[in-house]
């Protein structure tokens, strides 16, 4: 398994936000993460990243439990994080943002390298020596997901990736990491509002409700059943 | 001609001053730090270049020592104090207080073992004059303080823009949340920064002196005028920094011509507190 949860607990201080969250992930798999805001979703993926230090339970990683590594070890081994909103630098030019990321994380063998970023979004190319703020919505989102892939991502955690889309782009995009998912055996854990664009995507379903498990199948079940009821 | 050479001066003491905000700067923008003890870094590296040079080493020795002392000591700074108050989740405030704590012990030292009283520092080629026509005449140590300066504003332009490490230090400064989690690593690039600005502000913190000699207190006007020129150059703009920096000290010089020296500071102020009603972000905010 790639990513495997067992039984986490964790959360801010002393307040616990969720608990006993189990679940593993195969090379290749798509989760779409779903659940109303405050079930726990974006704690989940901080947890994972190590920006927050569960107080319970194991993460592992390709059979390694990660649970006591740094943000940047988690991130040399393949964990990468396109963070809500914030997933660029707005200050530096496309070309600044794509060759700071790419200095620390692309090595010999890199699964993406500069050039392959520059050919799986031309329009960045493009845009090179454009200032990332001033880019509009869908570019930004482009380049954000450019910088969580850059080297050899392995499992790819999105948070609400859509946020500020036009619907359109939200299926172009959600096309290209499941393209990108399937051809090079990486993870993603899609935590997402749009609930309809990320089942389309993804092989499984958690829906979390109150900082726990409330449903785990796959999306005809999730279809099938009483959705919403879960939210 | 008196004009003239006022505005020659505010040249000579702006570029020296421009750095200082410079350097300012870089570490507030980079670590959101209000850095008082930047002050101290810059008397100490005077004084470290002063004791050098009366222990016999050569001018070229005393100023790479002195550089050397302060940036380990920025370094230290860093690395000992404010990471730990970071890791802790101190606020603000208290890493203020922590900053304007490390300034008075630095103060306090330098007099405890330099004595408060003012040293002049000087080279034996640092007063020849030249004479630029029109009775102004500049100093050796002038030129070379407007010299030294101007090119280490361009160093620090090519060096953000240039360099991978530049460029990470603007990462952290526009991003540090991204700059976290894609392996950046903040804290060692905050390091990096106080050292580089520490670094930095020995430039004018060894010529400035070499004018109007040593004292331990020395530091704090400095800063003053440097933290307005951020300000009012638009916080994280380089360029903004040194030209306002330049720009705060000749409207201090000019003003001499109109009023009489001891307004000419609240004057200043005065405008650079109407200036930010009307343009709060700062002139070159969106330059950067």
């Keep these: 398994m790639m990513l495997a949860l067992n039984a986490l607990e964790s959360g801010y201080g ?39 230090r569960p107080t319970a339970g194991e993460i592992l990683f390709d059979g390694q439990n990660i649970g006591r590594l740094s943000v940047a070890d988690r991130v040399a081994l393949g964990v990468r994080l396109l963070p809500e909103g914030r997933g660029i630098f707005p200050d530096l030019t496309v070309a600044e943002n794509v060759s700071v990321v790419a200095a620390r994380n692309v090595g010999a063998g890199a699964m993406f390298d500069v050039p392959d970023i520059y050919k799986l979004f031309p329009v960045l190319a493009e845009r090179r020596d ?6 509009s919505g869908g570019q930004q989102q482009m380049l954000a ?7 050899t991502p392995r499992c790819l955690m999105l948070d609400e990736p859509s946020i500020g889309l036009a619907p359109n782009l939200v299926e172009r995009m959600f096309e290209q990491v499941r393209d990108v998912c399937k051809s090079h055996a990486m993870t993603a854990v899609l935590v997402e509002q749009n609930v309809a664009a990320a089942m389309k995507i993804a092989d499984r379903v958690i829906i979390m409700n109150s900082g726990r498990i409330v449903f785990d199948g796959d999306p005809d079940e999730a279809r099938a059943s009483n959705f919403w009821s879960y939210y | 001609m008196l004009a003239l050479q006022l505005l020659c001066n505010g040249i000579v003491t702006g ?38 040079l009366r222990h016999g080493f050569p001018a070229p020795i005393a100023f ?19 990471a730990r108050l970071e890791r802790r989740r101190a606020t603000h405030l208290v890493v203020l207080i922590a900053s304007l704590g490390t300034l008075a012990v630095i103060q306090n030292i330098l007099a405890a073992v330099f004595t408060a009283n003012i040293l002049q520092f000087e080279l034996p080629w640092g007063s020849q004059v030249f004479h630029l026509g029109g009775n102004v005449r500049l100093t050796m140590t002038q030129l070379l303080t407007v010299l030294v300066n101007v090119a280490a504003y361009g160093g620090v332009m090519w060096f953000s823009h240039g360099t991978i490490l530049g460029k990470q230090i603007r990462a952290v400064a526009s991003n540090p949340f991204l700059a976290e989690i ?6 060692r690039v905050h390091i990096y920064v106080m050292a580089i600005a ?56 000019m003003s001499l011509l109109f009023i009489p020296g001891e307004w000419s500071i609240g004057v200043t102020f005065f405008i650079f507190v109407v200036f930010m009603l009307f343009r709060p972000t700062g002139l070159f905010a969106a330059a950067r």
């Design chain 2, 15 to 52: 570029c020296a001053l421009g750095i200082v905000a410079v350097s300012f700067s870089l570490v507030y923008a980079t670590t959101k730090i209000f850095h008082v003890a930047h002050a101290g870094v810059y008397t100490m590296s005077g004084y470290v270049a002063w004791s050098l």
């Design chain 1, 145 to 151: 997901l450019s910088l969580a892939i850059l080297g």
């Design chain 2, 198 to 253: 520490s670094a930095l502000v020995c430039l004018p913190g060894i010529l400035v002196p070499l004018d109007f000699g040593l004292q331990p207190y020395n530091g704090v006007t400095p800063l003053l005028t440097a933290t307005i020129a951020m300000i009012a150059g638009g916080v994280g703009s380089i360029t903004g920094a040194f030209v306002l920096a330049i720009v705060i000290t000749e409207l201090q010089n």
């Design chain 2, 182 to 187: 894609v392996r950046l690593q903040p804290r």
């Design chain 2, 64 to 82: 790479v020592g002195a550089i050397a002392a302060a940036t380990a000591l920025g370094a230290l700074i860093q690395g000992v104090l404010y």
């Design chain 1, 130 to 135: 454009t200032r990332a703020g001033s880019m």
């Design chain 1, 14 to 52: 002393a307040k616990t936000v969720v608990s006993n969250v189990s679940f593993s992930l195969a090379p290749g798999q798509i989760l779409a993460f779903l659940g109303h805001n405050g079930a726990g979703k974006t704690t989940t993926l901080k947890s994972i990243m190590g920006l927050l």
